[in-house]
Each structure stands twice: as structure tokens, then as C-alpha cells.
């Protein structure tokens, strides 16, 4: 590594072969899945029903979605629960955040 003294080289290709010894290759199948992934336990709720029932998760996420718009609005469109609760919220007539536009 040019540049680097002679210790710090030392000291990278000694991290660098720690790494590869702590490092396995395994062929995985359904059944190797099947043994060491534990099973799902049942389904988050819809994030958007949540958010039309529970009053303090409507608070919650009008806020942290505010921000998320404000910063990269393009976000709403590639993740699917960002899409979900942007789309909750802006039916949400009595919300704040969805009369932004109109005003």
C-alpha cells in the first residue's frame, strides 16, 4: 500500500486476513432456511390502517413523513410504507400537514 508506513501495512493485512477468517461460505437451500431462520411471527399491521386509528401514531407520523417530504420527497415514491402513509395522510383532511399544499 503506497503511501502507508510500514506498520500500518502491517497493521491493515492483519485486519484484512482477521476478516477473512471470520468469514464462512455455505451453500443455502430452503432447508438450511428452514432450520436457522426463525418463522415470522404474524404481519405488521398496514402502517396506513394504523395511522387512520391510533391518534398518537397519526402524530407521530405526520411528523417524522413531514420530514422525510421536506428532505427527499422522492423517497415516497421508491418505498412502498413511505408511498402507503403519504397517501394516508394526505386524505386526511382534519391533518395539518395535508392542507399544506392547499393554502
Avoid: H, W
Wanted: overall charge positive; aromatic content about 4%; charged content about 30%.
Amino acid at each position: 500500500m503506497p503511501g502507508l508506513s510500514p506498520m500500518l501495512t502491517a497493521e491493515k493485512t492483519q485486519q484484512k486476513e482477521l476478516m477473512q477468517s471470520n468469514l464462512a461460505e455455505v451453500d443455502v437451500d430452503s432447508e438450511v432456511l428452514k432450520n436457522y431462520l426463525p418463522k415470522r411471527k404474524p404481519p405488521v399491521a398496514d402502517f396506513a390502517q394504523r395511522y387512520a386509528k391510533d391518534p398518537q401514531c397519526k402524530r407521530a407520523t405526520t411528523k417524522q413523513l413531514e420530514r422525510v417530504v421536506e428532505t427527499d420527497v422522492t423517497s415516497t415514491l421508491l418505498n412502498a410504507v413511505f408511498g402507503a402513509l403519504q397517501r394516508a395522510v394526505c386524505k386526511s383532511r382534519e391533518n395539518p400537514i395535508s392542507r399544506k399544499g392547499r393554502e
